[in-house]
C-alpha cells in the first residue's frame, strides 16, 4: 500500500489575547435638569450645600485678609506720623539746644553794651555784632520774653527777689536780671526777675 504523504498540518496560531482595558474609575453621572430621580436630586443638593459652604469660607477669609491689609495701612501710617513728628521734634529740640549755648554770648554782648567805653570804633563793633546775632535768632524763631514792667507769669519768668513796695503794684516784674527767651512758643530760658508784692 503506498503510503501516502502526508502533509503536515498547519500549527493552530494562537490567537492575539486582546490586551487588558485600562480600568476608567466610574464617574458618578450629573443628573440632567428635571430628571435623575431621588438619588440625582439628593446628590445635586449636596453639591449645593458643599459650594455655600465653600463660598462662606472664601468670604470669610478674604475678609480677615481685607481686615488684615487694613489693620497694617492703619500700623504704617501711625509709623509714617509718629517718624514725621519724631523729626520734628528731634529738629526743634538741636535747635534750642544750640540757641542755648549762644545765650551767654548774647548776654556778654549785652553787658558790653551797657558798660562805658571811650573807643567809639570798638563800641560799634559790639553794637554791630549783637545787631548781627538780634537777626539770626528772629530769623531760627528766638524770640525774647518781655518781663520788666509786665505781670509776672510764672510760665515765663523765674524770680528770684520778692520786695513789698506800696507804690508799685500787685504782683510786678519791677527789674529783670537776665533776659528770658522762647523758640517759637517753647520758653528756652526763664526770665531771671524782681517781683513786687
Do not use: W
Not at 64 to 71: G, M, P, Q, S, V
Not at 156 to 172: C, K, M, P, R
Amino acid at each position: 500500500m503506498d503510503e501516502e504523504k502526508k502533509t503536515p498540518e498547519p500549527l493552530e496560531e494562537e490567537a492575539p489575547q486582546p490586551e487588558a482595558e485600562a480600568e476608567v474609575p466610574e464617574t458618578p453621572e450629573t443628573p440632567e435638569k428635571g430628571g435623575g430621580g431621588k438619588f440625582g436630586r439628593k446628590k445635586e443638593a449636596e453639591l449645593k450645600k458643599k459650594l455655600e459652604a465653600l463660598k462662606s469660607e472664601m468670604e470669610a477669609a478674604l475678609g480677615a485678609e481685607k481686615d488684615k491689609y487694613l489693620r497694617l495701612a492703619a500700623e504704617y501710617e501711625n509709623y509714617r506720623r509718629r517718624s514725621q513728628k519724631e523729626k520734628e521734634t528731634t529738629y526743634s529740640d538741636g535747635k534750642a539746644d544750640t540757641v542755648l549755648q549762644l545765650l551767654p554770648v548774647y548776654d556778654n554782648l549785652e553787658r558790653a553794651l551797657k558798660a562805658e567805653c571811650s573807643d567809639p570804633g570798638f563800641y560799634k563793633g559790639v553794637e554791630m555784632t549783637m545787631a548781627q546775632l538780634t537777626e539770626i535768632f528772629a530769623k531760627m524763631g528766638v524770640t525774647p520774653i518781655e518781663a520788666a514792667g509786665q505781670p509776672f507769669d510764672p510760665a515765663e519768668h523765674n524770680a528770684v527777689i520778692h520786695v513789698e513796695d506800696e507804690s508799685l503794684g500787685e504782683n510786678l516784674v519791677v527789674e529783670e536780671f537776665q533776659k528770658g527767651f522762647k523758640l517759637n512758643d517753647k520758653v528756652i530760658r526763664f526770665a531771671m526777675v524782681k517781683v513786687a508784692n
